[in-house]
């Protein structure tokens, strides 16, 4: 398994120290919403993988807080307070009464609004690396701070170890150990509005999850997953259509065992057995969707 936090610093040419990192993408296995508070907040009950496919970032000294975008999916994010990094990195140093700053490079490989927690994980990442270069204790992923940022910054947070996501996002379990396995994750470049989706609910009180499988084999584990829900996958659909032609695509492939939306969407997947059979899929759907953005990945 690769380490997703690197926090080994690196040197440049002008004798900065720099620190690298990785943010992996957010998988809900499962999404159920099982009611919602007086406040407006959705109650949940969600089974949360990491996959090895991820945003890079990187942390430098700095006079003050500065934050510079690249990579395929750049457009559109904000560079300057309402970046979801920058609120990351100043909760930070206002928790931790930090004076320094830091200049942020983040590359975006991940689609943004694609339910897959790209900015989420991005925000995580950050509160970590910077605890390390500024050398004060990290934020933990129940401190109210974090919540503040967002309901899957917590569990973002505490990647790459899968997690039953409960509450708003605040109450995390480890999940038992998951069969080794892979998936296709693939977005039909349409963004879903969060909001519509909930607005959409026929209901919001619905069943929690069963209990997860201790010790199951895939099959065991594929079979659990198919009596699961995600129960913002009808809404969505509703919205943009293209998630059910996403899903067909994937459920017409042999080596795809089952095939759900993560998140709010529009990012769907396909759990498979391994790597090999991941780029197999990928390679197929990537031709015949040209404009379509598919990556295989490992489950972490």
């Known amino acids: 398994m690769r380490f997703w936090r690197q926090k080994v610093p690196i040197r440049s040419p002008w004798r900065t120290m720099i620190h690298r990192g990785l943010a992996p993408a957010k998988i809900n296995l499962t999404l159920h919403v099982t009611g919602q508070r007086d406040d407006g907040y959705h109650l949940l009950d969600s089974l949360v993988v990491f996959a090895d496919v991820a945003d890079q970032l990187s942390v430098a000294p700095a006079p003050d807080l500065r934050i ?34 830091a200049a942020i490079t983040l590359e975006k490989h991940l689609p943004n609004a694609a339910g897959i927690g790209g900015g989420s994980s991005d925000a995580a990442t950050a509160l970590s690396m910077l605890a390390t270069m500024w050398d004060v204790p990290p934020l933990p992923p129940h401190a109210p701070e974090v919540l503040a940022l967002g309901a899957d910054v917590p569990v973002c947070l505490a990647a ?25 994750l693939v977005n039909p470049r349409v963004k879903v509005p969060t909001g519509g989706i909930f607005k959409g609910l026929a209901t919001r009180s619905n069943a929690a999850m069963d209990q997860l499988p201790e010790g199951a084999d895939f099959d065991g584990f594929v079979h659990w997953l198919s009596q699961q829900r995600n129960d913002l996958l009808p809404p969505a659909r509703a919205l943009s259509p293209e998630i059910d032609a996403t899903l067909a695509k994937l459920n017409a492939m042999p080596n795809v065992k089952f095939a759900g ?13 391994n790597m090999a059979d991941a780029r197999h ?17 490992q489950v972490l």
């Open 261 to 273: 939306m993560s998140g709010s969407g529009a990012t769907c997947f396909g759990l498979v057995r």
């Open 160 to 184: 790459p170890t899968p997690q039953r996501m409960a509450g708003i996002g605040d109450v995390l379990t480890p999940a038992p150990k998951l069969p080794d396995c892979a998936v296709v």
């Open 68 to 101: 510079s975008v690249s990579g395929p999916f750049s457009d559109g994010v904000p560079t300057d307070h309402t970046n979801l990094v920058i609120r990351a990195a100043d909760t930070l140093r206002q928790a931790r009464g930090v004076s320094a700053g």
């Open 281 to 297: 899929v990928a390679r197929a759907i990537q031709v015949s969707e040209m404009a379509w953005w598919v990556a295989p990945a």
